[in-house]
């Protein structure tokens, strides 16, 4: 048994997590270069590629870079040196960022065009009567807050701060001969990148702002004469490491660590294409950055712009019809949702469904005079969030609100901090983390003082507790009463509080200490099952699948004839096809109009089969590193709800992309098939099912109110 | 609905469960939030505790009481156990808790503490029941001691205390440094004396099948077992057997992460482990049975007792009196005497109850020091007294308290000897004033029922007892002769007169 399992990690059956997450953001590049997707929608889906990118950079590609530099040369699941991996990333991206702007130049600037609107490329190409008025642009709004820079001997070379845009530029002294010097200035992130200009005739045309500065840039070094002048942009090591145990006050630490994490090494540079060979020089030299962090752009460097372009008004038949979140059918609009909850436990499905519910359960606790306490942890809020006005609101109605705000949440930090300080101040008990662990689970506790007990109201999901993200995000979440996930949640706070662990768990399984043992035995059961001759089937979908020991048991199961499907939208270490190994597993991966978010699981055993939903991936990090909940859903109607949202997306024709024996991804083949898109059958189906609703509720007859509090 | 808060300041834990009391007889655990602070290891050793130490206590009490408001509980208990009571300074350190966080914390005598165990136990109603219709033994396994207390025929009739508590176990292995490999041995070395010599003494030829498990460290593994099914909590024998088979095997911190034990209660696991099948193999058992309840449960039971809202089908009393007869049987002490004794005394107790104003709790204590009263005539005959006392002083009775058992002490004493009067006894009694005036009235009872059998042929096993003007009048029927009662009365009702102001006569209505 020992050797076969050995036989299971094989590197030759993995995948490596970098480049499968790069065959990711190629998943969505090529919606961006579908041409039945409605042209704005793709500039949407460009943007994001650039803005992955840009994560992907500052935390993975810094991390192999630590590891390189320290000189550790462990291996990767799929058997690769942190060395190895970088030289594969490096030619992977520079073909990715190649493609992105092949496909931003040739694909959607002359659709653009043909639409309507005009990106004027370069300023050179500006009429006389836009050249003034973007000169008048300039003097009245850019200048004053710029900062320009210049490097001499008496001015060392200047923070180029991580991810700004910026125009490097060699200048000489305007007086005598001199030698070439360097300036540079910031492109200042404070003004809209995406400056419109002044047309007649209804076509409408832009400019980029590092345009209007480099047309100006003469104004900012007047005793100089400019040599040639480029844009260009860094990216840094980003990734935290926050010494805890050294840390008293974490919440200090953390401050302290986004103000340096301006300063970590270059590990990217984008310069423009042509760039001044001296001028490139000097930058690398200054940078301290080897050639293959070097990219050439053919185009505006950062991508990300195309969101705001997105923004621009009069394209509405460029894009998707503005999908409205529905009302779930169990919940009408000013229900009360306690009343509601002691029904029967409710399942959301967001965005199809509203968010409001849950923001509501939180007001509705917030102002009841049974509430006793309100319990929550919080991962990434939205800004102004209705969420901590609500629990703010209930400490000050003078309950016991207990909070727990992650803080290491990357790139979040600065939001959270704000947000906790705020809680505190309403008289909230925050908890600011865990030492050692990220808090990623989404666990909502209310206890209510009712007429024949204390009951227990929670909400538990997939997704965050942001109503920003949850109209784009697909999450499921479910709020229940049941007593046994009552117990579980109150356990759960109490280990959040640094309580012991409970003496046992009703319903509940968290990571990092037994999530990753109930994945193993819930996978290790269907397998048991096909051994002894039963039917053995797993359904999954989840974020990202790279946490080898769960992939052996998948490759165990699949080898004793479970059948396995699983809807990874990200990253997947797990090879299909592999004879004796991996023959009957899928991986599809869906990437659509809404980021595919929600992780449901769903085991035959035997004939009573189970279905859960987690916070969590099948990740390394998420099982060992974090706190994770996974829960199940008893009820069968729910149940079914589940497994209706599997099926459909196992039917997808359209978004999905099926993973091949050979790594790639490919599309399913529709001929002769009927094009089905699962997201959009949701949307559907969620409208059809408030419509009813609505239909039942609102008949011909008047219903006279007949108590009034 | 009533909530309530129990906390439990134990040797290894600082343990507070939150229950709700609703409707009739209904006591629903709704939260239970457990603090690892060791407070044995130190107190065992030192006998004090360290200031920060006494911080930490302070902080999670502070904590609790938060959590106590939130909850808005109607009534809270704090009870101390071992490592409270073993505190040479341990009123100024409740003091300061109380100063610190409004938090009072009553300390339990051992035997206070397993009765309250046991309550909780017996709380859970119909298991309890059919557990103990066969030979049971419950093993309470704490920090600083474990309790083995034996039933017979559905009553507890006697319960012993041995110093082998996980913490103190461990505490002594640490001192000696041994191997890891040793441990084992060692912990079965350390605990068989003391089991054989509770075997020996106390089990004889008793055939025992069930044992009943209360600690923290077993009892969620048998409970995990068979979660949901009517097995639940239930372990046969052999099961325990294979589990101790995982422990020995190489990787013991595997075993325990799979069994869902948390890493840091591994080698108080182990110990209670070897010690559990050491018991297991002492007593031959064939099914051991956790109910999964702790001191909190007890202290929350006996809150809803006091208050009423919870009525329990079990008969604590006939316990502590099964107890007692165990004591007397095992002195050799003559049963038809202490039963006659018994009647007489209860029968005066009752007749004047207007009079004495003592309630349920003081019949009981009477009822107990009647049934002790010659005990000490297993030593010696003449020191009577004195060696009663010590009997019943160095024997545990669950469900007495230690100031309760001082009191049965002393009225069996004083029955013998010499009353002291409370100036004098105060000196070294723990007995305070109240205590005193009921250990004087119930003395001066047992003192006339003892001497209206002072031949011990029950001659006034029927006799009337009335009250009339301050008279307490008895009628016998009997054909006896009683001149000896009649003789030796007037000395023994001196004490009576003196307690009571009234004057007890004997009357004797013969039949011809």
Known sequence: MGEKKKGFEHPEYYTNRELSWLLFDHRILSEARDKSIPLFERLKFLSITASNLDEFFMIRVASLKDMVNAGYTKCDIAGMTPGEQLAALDKEIHELVNLQYSTYNRSLLPLLEQNGLVVVKNHEALTEKEGKFVDQYFESNVYPVLTPMAVDSSRPFPLIRNKSLNIGALVKKKSGKGELEFATVQVPSVLSRIVPLPTEDGEKKIILLEEIIERNIHKLFLNYDIVCAHHFRIMRNADLTIEEDEAADLLKEIEKQIRKRQWGEAIRLEVENGMDKRLLKLLRKELDIEESGIYYIDGPLDLTFLMKMYGIEGFDRLKNKPYVPQQSPKLPAGCNLFEEIRKGDILLHHPYQSFTPVVDFIRQAAADPNVLAIKQTLYRVSGNSPIIAALAQAAENGKQVSVLVELKARFDEENNIIWARKLEKAGCHVIYGLVGLKTHSKITLVVRREEDGIRRYVHLGTGNYNDATAKLYTDVGLLTCREAIGEDATAVFNMLSGYSEPLHWNRLSLAPLWLKDRFLYLIGREKENALAGKEGRIIAKMNSLCDRDIIVALYEASAAGVKIDLIVRGICCLKVGIPGVSENITVRSIVGNFLEHSRIFYFANGCSEEIYCASADWMPRNLERRVEILFPVEEDELKQELMHILDVQLRDTLKAQILQPDGSYEKIDRRGKETFCAQDAFCAEAMERAEKKKEETNGRVFIPETHHE | ?512
């Open chain 2, 1 to 512: 609905m009533k909530t309530f808060a129990a906390i439990d300041v134990g040797s290894y834990e600082l343990a507070m469960k939150i229950f709700e009391f609703s409707g009739k007889n209904k006591m629903r655990e709704i939260d239970h939030i457990r603090h690892k602070i060791d407070l044995g290891t130190e107190t065992y050793s030192t006998g004090k505790l360290r200031c920060d130490k006494v911080d930490e206590l302070c902080n999670v009490l502070k904590e609790y009481k938060e959590i106590m408001q939130a909850y808005k509980v109607d009534g809270y208990r704090a009870y101390g156990t071992s490592a409270i009571r073993e505190m040479a300074n341990s009123a100024i350190v409740r003091g300061q808790i109380v100063q610190r966080t409004g938090i009072h914390i009553d300390v339990l005598s051992n035997s206070e503490q397993r009765f309250l165990d046991y309550k909780s136990i017996a709380s859970k109603g119909e298991r309890f029941n059919r557990i103990i219709e066969k030979g049971t033994v419950i093993v309470d396994i704490g920090g600083g001691s474990i309790q083995m207390s034996l039933f017979d025929k559905d009553a507890l009739v006697s319960t012993q205390n041995l110093k082998i508590g996980v913490l103190r176990i461990q505490e002594r292995i640490k001192s000696m440094n041994a191997a890891p490999s040793q441990t084992v041995n060692l912990i079965e070395e350390m605990v068989n004396a003391q089991i054989s010599v509770f075997k020996k003494f106390y089990l004889k030829d008793r055939d025992i099948e069930n044992i009943i498990v209360v600690d923290d460290y077993l009892s969620p593994w048998v409970a995990g077992r068979n979660r949901g099914t009517d097995k639940e909590g239930l372990a046969s024998r052999e099961e325990y057997k294979q589990f101790m088979e995982q422990l020995h095997v190489t990787n013991r911190s595997e075993f325990v992460r799979k069994a869902g034990i948390s890493e840091e209660a591994v080698s108080l696991l182990l110990i209670s482990a070897v010690l559990m099948n050491r018991i297991v193999d002492m007593l031959d058992a064939k099914l051991i049975w956790a109910p999964g309840v702790s001191l909190c449960d007890g202290i929350a039971y006996e809150y809803a007792e006091q208050k009423k809202m919870l009525i329990c089908d079990h008969d604590f009393e006939k316990d502590i009196l099964a107890c007692a007869k165990t004591i007397s049987k095992r002195y050799m002490g003559d049963k038809k005497r202490a039963e006659a004794l018994e009647h007489l005394s209860l029968s005066i107790f009752d007749s004047m109850k207007k009079i004495h104003g003592l309630g349920k709790r003081e019949r009981l204590y009477l009822q107990i020091a009647a049934i002790l009263h010659d005990c000490g005539k297993y030593i010696s005959l003449i020191n009577l007294g004195e060696c009663s006392y010590n009997i019943i002083m160095s024997t545990e009775i669950i469900g007495l308290s230690h100031a309760e058992r001082e009191l049965v002490a002393d009225v069996v004493k004083f029955n013998h000897e010499d009353f002291v009067y409370y100036e004098d006894l105060s000196k070294d009694s723990s007995l305070d004033k109240d205590a005193y005036l009921v250990m004087a009235k119930l003395t001066a009872i047992l003192k006339i029922a003892n001497g209206l059998d002072r031949s011990h042929k029950q001659k006034f096993k029927n006799a009337k007892i009335s009250l009339k003007d301050r008279e307490l009048i008895f009628q016998v029927d009997s054909q006896d002769d009683i001149t000896l009662e009649r003789g030796l009365f007037a000395y023994r009702s001196q004490f009576f007169e003196e307690v009571y102001n009234l004057k007890p006569v004997i009357r004797q209505k013969k039949t011809f």
